[in-house]
T-cell receptor, first 117, second 115 residues
Framework: AQSVTQLDSHVSVSEGTPVLLRCNYS??????LFWYVQHPNKGLQLLLK??????LVKGINGFEAEFKKSETSFHLTKPSAHMSDAAEYFC???????????????FGKGTKLSVKP | DAGITQSPRHKVTETGTPVTLRCHQT?????MYWYRQDPGHGLRLIHY???????DKGEVSDGYSVSRSKTEDFLLTLESATSSQTSVYFC??????????????FGPGTRLTVL
């Protein structure tokens, strides 16, 4: 069975400092992994996705994530936080067809990122 | 929001009443999904559709039904609303079934309060 654990429910950083949002996953098959961002009172927007190509994935707004199979991790990073990055971030896992997918993405519980001036 | 609208955007209703939420897409995507979002739970799948008149249950389907009579519309019905169904509901669409690496595009959400 697949699962996602976001290790921090809330992360606070100062503007201009690095961002690290941690995600560990569990999957029986080759997973696809995503990071979505949700700004207050908005829908979800895809930041980036991993689909078994390059292990370092670059996304929008300067974010990137590295797939580490040995650690079953897919942490999200950004070198320098901006005030507009304040939002909630969701790590998401999806199994391939071999996993008998029933059309389900498994969402982590979210990490709220606060950015201090 | 990738041509996805949800209506209504906000609704307050009373326990025991039926409620229908509508998702409309202009992208002609085959797959449509309904999720609910609750604090501390992330998003959980209620039902999804893989074509007109083809639907299946998700993780939290009890108390909900869905219908899809046209490619562009996916309706979620709470047959008899309960306070535990107070939540924010998101519709999503994708070109292929989740699990094939295609992203899902999300609508703006509907905030439902059941008193």
């Amino acid at each position: 069975a697949q699962s996602v654990t976001q290790l921090d429910s809330h992360v606070s950083v100062s503007e201009g400092t690095p961002v690290l949002l941690r995600c560990n996953y569990s999957s029986s098959y080759s997973p696809s992994l995503f990071w979505y961002v949700q700004h207050p009172n908005k829908g979800l927007q895809l930041l980036l996705k991993y689909t078994s190509a390059a292990t370092l994935v670059k996304g929008i707004n300067g974010f990137e994530a590295e797939f580490k199979k040995s650690e079953t991790s897919f942490h999200l990073t950004k070198p320098s936080a901006h005030m507009s990055d304040a939002a909630e971030y969701f790590c998401v896992v999806s199994e391939g067809r071999a996993g008998g997918s029933q059309g389900n993405l498994i969402f982590g519980k979210g990490t709220k990122l606060s950015v201090k001036p | 929001d990738a041509g996805i609208t949800q209506s209504p955007r906000h609704k307050v209703t009373e326990t025991g009443t039926p409620v229908t939420l509508r998702c409309h897409q202009t992208e002609n995507h085959r797959y449509m999904y309904w999720y609910r979002q609750d604090p501390g739970h992330g998003l959980r799948l209620i039902h999804y559709s893989y074509g007109v008149k083809d639907t299946d249950k998700g993780e939290v389907s009890d108390g909900y039904s869905v219908s899809r009579s046209k490619t562009e519309d996916f309706l979620l019905t709470l047959e008899s609303a309960t306070s535990s169904q107070t939540s924010v509901y998101f519709c999503a669409i994708s070109e292929s079934l989740a699990g094939n690496s295609d992203e899902q595009f999300f609508g703006p959400g509907t905030r439902l309060t059941v008193l």
